[in-house]
Nanobody, 114 residues
Framework: QVQLVESGGGLVQSGGSLRLSCAVSTSIFSIGVLAWYRQAPGKERELVAVIASGGTTNYADSVKGRFTISRDNAKNTMYLQMNSLKPEDTAVYYC????????WGQGTQVTVSS
């Protein structure tokens, strides 16, 4: 299956920024959909942002205007630029690839302090 490795998580103060990366083991040019999800303690995993092969993007209402999803086909990497972070953004963030099978990364922790 496709291997996904997230990185870039960490501790940041409210109002700060982080950029998450998701390295993909195969050419992402051939992957139709890439997405970011997150899961906070005691909550369900939720969709944060999605990007299709043609570049179309969609975002959860809670992150619109603050987060930007992108993909770099040459580097086989997907990104999530997170600005104006809030404590409620604290969660484990996962990347997901939809190809012939659905693949998930192991997640990276993002903690936003108030």
């Amino acid at each position: 299956q496709v291997q996904l490795v997230e990185s870039g998580g960490g501790l940041v103060q409210s109002g700060g920024s982080l950029r998450l990366s998701c390295a993909v083991s195969t050419s992402i040019f051939s992957i139709g959909v890439l997405a970011w999800y997150r899961q906070a303690p005691g909550k369900e995993r939720e969709l944060v942002a999605v990007i299709a092969s043609g570049g179309t993007t969609n975002y959860a209402d809670s992150v619109k205007g603050r987060f930007t999803i992108s993909r770099d086909n040459a580097k086989n990497t997907m990104y999530l630029q997170m600005n104006s972070l809030k404590p409620e953004d604290t969660a484990v963030y996962y990347c997901k690839a939809v190809a012939s099978r659905v693949s998930w990364g192991q997640g990276t922790q993002v903690t936003v302090s108030s």
